[in-house]
């Protein structure tokens, strides 16, 4: 099975920051990764696809690059609504899947 | 629009089985390509994915749980059923439903979830 390993699983920041969070796999997968975000009491929502896409409706300031094994989501500017917990997931052994750790982003 | 839904048992004993029930609207489970797939969560803990049930009928299990794991669809009633045997504790999670995106394979639409919780 592939393994996903995300990095940090916990971040503190403060509202204006540029954010980066990586997913590392444990072997190639291409660009077969997405991330998403959730909220306490919430399900996951989409946030990038396809590594790098932009899912209709997000922001602008969210980005996503990588390829292979080593992946980023960006965040350029942290908003109040941001604070959350982001994802990975590896689709390449479709229709196998693994969600990275999770990573929490808190409020400094 | 596409919405879905799980249904279940808020509450369920050791060694028990445990059925669970997404509904789903806005999309059909028989046009090609199309897949609906269970995932959970621990409480405070990252997400699982479970099982993937297709338009043709076929089905894949994660690894670690496949022996466990049954999942079935009745296109009539736009509805995909999960069972889980033999529950334990460590099974207590919320469970949701999820609908795969043709394009791209993931995830693009999710129910609520329904938290299940394993005690005698």
């Known amino acids: 099975d592939i393994q996903m390993t995300q990095s940090p699983s916990s971040l503190s920041a403060s509202v204006g920051d540029r954010v980066t969070i990586t997913c590392r796999a444990s072997q190639g997968i291409r660009n077969d990764l997405g991330w998403y975000q959730q909220k306490p009491g919430k399900a996951p929502k989409r946030l990038i696809y396809?590594?790098?896409s932009l899912q209709s409706g997000v922001p602008s300031r969210f980005s996503g690059s990588g390829s292979g094994t080593e992946f980023t989501l960006t965040i350029s500017s942290l908003q109040p609504e941001d604070f959350a917990t982001y994802y990975c997931l590896q689709h390449n052994s479709y229709p196998m899947y693994t969600f990275g750790q999770g990573t929490k982003l808190e409020i400094k | 629009q596409v919405t879905l839904r799980e249904s279940g048992p808020a509450l369920v004993k050791p060694t028990q089985t445990l059925t669970l029930t997404c509904t789903f609207s806005?999309?059909?489970?028989?046009?090609?390509?199309?897949?609906v797939s269970w995932i959970r969560q621990p409480p405070g803990k990252a997400l699982e994915w479970l099982a993937l049930i297709d338009w043709d009928d076929d089905k894949y299990y994660s690894t670690s749980l496949k022996t466990r794991l049954t999942i079935s669809k009745d296109t009539s009633k736009n509805q995909v059923v999960l069972t889980m045997t033999n529950m334990d504790p460590v099974d207590t999670a919320t469970y949701y439903c999820?609908?795969?995106?043709?394009?791209?394979?993931?995830?693009?639409?999710w129910g609520q979830g329904t938290l299940v919780t394993v005690s005698s």
């Open positions: 806005g999309f059909s489970l028989s046009t090609s390509g199309m897949c």
């Open positions: 396809a590594a790098s």
């Open positions: 999820a609908r795969v995106s043709i394009a791209t394979h993931e995830f693009d639409y």
